[in-house]
């Protein structure tokens, strides 16, 4: 039996068990299996699409099973593959370096770090790394292909040569390995090299793909006699072998640009932007190109697209160059005025048109020119040793797991809400709407824990959803209208809820919410009628002096609020949410002992409920009583793990105290369980300074202004302290 048959196999023996225990209705049972089958499956998925070259896909699934089953070396080096495909190459150094230190002796985690630190430029590092994999297996020539580039890299060229004769002898000679070591001297402008090789390999097949593109570009770094001839010819065969790609079509473009046959310069750059219209070089060259043929208006479009991007310090020489080509064009337009504007924003920029006329070819043909990464040209030639996978098969296996997922996630949402957990329902109910968005119930559901959480904007968002679905449904379009309501939308809420209403008319939440709508609305006399049936169907109702508690509490008419708290408490001293609201009200007014006690009175009845354990714990760190807000921050993150706020509160306390290690951890979960945050950021960013972090400091500071000014500008005022938000 095969290793992924024995895996199939296990993961469905757990599934069953812990559908068995769920149907039981034993929790805690059913909760253990289901994060296990989570775990698997999360890294069967991830390691799946890790292997299709998926990589950001296979990032976030082995992310999910490494929180699930932490220090499991397949999980973690799994991921560190995924970080170095998807680019996250110090992500992937950083686990790699943690089992390399574990296993030293794994020529799989030696290979993997030295080509990880390769693309970090660690190239002393990659060697060291590298030559000691191959110790360990000599047969593998990714990795001794890796190190002939590091070599390379360190300029010691006899030494990447006895590598690759070493490789050579072992693979055999083919068109296929030329064309790696042109791409290989290529890359480190070893000229002369790269061209001999690509020579080789057109001589053992004449049509294979991507050599003679690269050949091109090989000569025409060189500069020789004679060179752009010679490669607009060869660029004409790899369009004419390999036609539908941007680069070498784009690059013949230019190519006739610079012998000034426009005619022939434009039809192919034409081609080009039909291919990838997103790339912003081809509208510089065929503006220029348009204006040397006479026409101007074509050219001052492209120009003036081109400028949109907003080029960076690098492209000075270019932004200057278009401003130049751009004041030609308005000036043949006959626009003089906005011709002077353009030339003098040239000439701050660039005044030597010759200049960029010289140096224009030669930023394209750098390792690191544009046309690099226009056209992707780091992936022009892959090396594997790998079979293609099954397609079918893995397509199979993927929805499989697809499937197990989001059933998965589905049971462990119901467990948190039967523990009155909904910070974590909702977690699980976001994963499978996201997993799987066509689950049946899923955005019901989802909508239902949200608005519980008074996550208003993503209630509102699902149960919409959800009612487009299924319009005929009363309790959904209840549900739906409250939580427009809430949201602040009485707009969309009033039809909502006047046909909740025909369903059950005597509804206190219904019609409070129906009256202040109307209201709001400027509707009067129907919002008196709705009002007189509230009072008259409920005087003796907690549940009605909750609702007008409320909808007081939400227009910040506080006293009334507190009034109407305590009269739903005196008909129902277990009111659910009544002390938690007098709790919240007390925060802003530094009142934190009345606060400490209501939030203590909530626990009282409903000891459940994480979101009044968060609340209580910051009052009492108001209190300066850190050891049980300590106690109980820790233990609202371990029962609701999807709680950003309380990791926030967490990790911000721990790091006061000199806890950077955990105090970091805590915060970089209520970075990933809610991105959005500026503050989470901020904390975030300042513990990574205290920890000599200055890169990841700079970036998480950088992203919380970002996010502050989006805050500024989209959304109203905030608490100035996150920590009173609920």
């Not at 401003?323 to 005025?337: E, I, V």
Request: with cysteine; hydrophobic share 40%.
């Amino acid at each position: 039996m095969s290793a992924q048959t024995g895996s199939q196999s296990g993961l469905r023996q757990t599934y069953t068990a812990a559908e068995a225990a769920f149907k039981r209705h034993q929790w805690d049972l059913a909760q253990q299996l289901f994060e296990q089958v989570l775990a698997e499956a999360y890294g069967e998925r991830g390691r799946l699409l890790e292997s299709e070259n998926q990589f950001a896909a296979a990032v976030g699934d082995l992310e999910w099973a490494g929180k699930l089953r932490p220090r499991n070396f397949d999980v973690e080096y799994h991921l560190a593959l995924a970080y170095s495909g998807n680019g996250q190459y110090e992500s992937a150094e950083q686990i790699l370096s943690r089992l390399q230190a574990r296993r030293f002796r794994r020529a799989d985690v030696l290979a993997a770090l030295g080509r990880a630190e390769s693309s970090l430029g660690k190239f002393q590092l990659a060697r060291k790394h590298l030559q000691q994999a191959l110790l360990l297996n000599p047969a593998d020539h990714l990795s001794a292909y890796t190190l002939g580039l590091v070599l390379l890299a360190q300029k010691d060229v006899s030494a990447a040569t006895r590598v690759f004769v070493r490789l050579q002898k072992a693979l055999g000679d083919s068109a296929r390995w030329r064309l790696l070591l042109g791409r290989a001297y290529f890359d480190n402008s070893y000229n002369q090299q790269a061209e001999v090789e690509l020579r080789r390999a057109l001589a053992l097949d004449p049509g294979i793909h991507f050599a003679h593109h690269l050949l091109a570009l090989c000569v025409l770094r060189q500069d020789l006699p004679g060179a752009r001839e010679e490669a607009q010819r060869h660029l004409e065969v790899e369009i004419s072998n390999h036609p539908g790609e941007e680069a070498p079509v784009f690059m013949l473009g230019v190519v006739l640009e610079s012998r000034r046959d426009w005619a022939g310069a434009r039809s192919y750059l034409d081609a080009a932007q039909k291919l990838a219209p997103e790339e912003a070089g081809v509208y510089l060259h065929r503006g220029h190109v348009e204006l040397e043929a006479g026409d101007a208006s074509a050219a001052a479009a492209d120009l003036e697209h081109w400028l949109t991007v907003d080029p960076d310090d690098s492209a000075k020489a270019e932004s200057g160059q278009a401003h130049f080509l751009l004041s030609r064009a308005y000036l043949a337009l006959g626009q003089t005025d906005k011709s002077l504007a353009e030339a003098k924003k040239a000439q701050s920029l660039s005044s030597e048109h010759a200049t960029w006329e010289r140096e224009k070819m030669a930023q394209l043909l750098s390792p690191k020119s544009s046309l690099d990464s226009a056209s992707n040209t780091h992936a022009l030639v892959n090396w594997t040793e790998l079979q293609p996978p099954n397609i079918a098969a893995a397509s199979q296996l993927k929805e499989l797991y697809t499937k197990v997922l989001a059933n998965s996630h589905d049971r462990l949402a119901i467990i948190a809400a039967n523990r009155n957990n909904l910070e974590e329902a909702v977690r699980h109910f976001e994963r499978v709407s996201q997993i799987q968005p066509n689950f049946p119930g899923i955005d019901f559901n989802l909508g239902l824990a949200a608005f519980r959480t008074q996550r208003l904007a993503e209630a509102v968002a699902a149960l919409q959803r959800a009612a487009k679905a299924d319009p005929a449904n009363d309790l959904l379009r209840q549900l739906l209208g409250r939580a427009e309501f809430e949201y602040g939308d009485c707009d969309a809420a009033i039809p909502d809820l006047e046909a909740a209403l025909t369903a059950q008319p005597d509804d206190p939440g219904l019609l409070l919410s129906l009256g202040t709508c109307l209201g709001r609305a400027n509707r009067e006399s129907e919002a008196e009628l709705v009002f007189a049936r509230l009072l008259k169907a409920h005087a003796n109702s907690p549940e009605l002096h909750m609702f007008l508690a409320q909808g007081a509490y939400a227009m910040n008419r506080i006293p009334d609020a507190r009034t109407e708290f305590n009269n739903a408490l005196l008909l129902d001293p277990h009111t659910p949410d009544a002390h938690f609201y007098l709790g919240m009200m007390a925060l802003p007014q530094a009142d934190f002992l009345t606060a400490e006690r209501e939030f203590r009175a909530e626990l009282e009845s409903y000891p459940g409920n994480q979101k009044v354990r968060y609340h209580l714990a910051f009052a009492l760190l108001r209190e300066q009583k850190r050891d049980e807000a300590m106690r109980l921050l820790e233990e609202v993150t371990q029962a609701a793990p999807g709680y950003a706020q309380a990791h926030y509160s967490f990790g911000k306390t721990l790091v006061e105290e000199g806890q950077l290690v955990r105090g970091i951890a805590e915060l970089e979960e209520a970075v990933r369980d809610d991105p959005g945050k500026a503050y989470s950021h901020y904390q975030l960013g300042r513990a990574y300074m205290r920890q000599g972090k200055l890169a990841d400091a700079r970036r998480e500071l950088e992203l919380a202004a970002k996010l502050k000014d989006e805050e500024r500008n989209h959304q109203p005022a905030a608490s100035a302290d996150p920590d009173l938000r609920q």
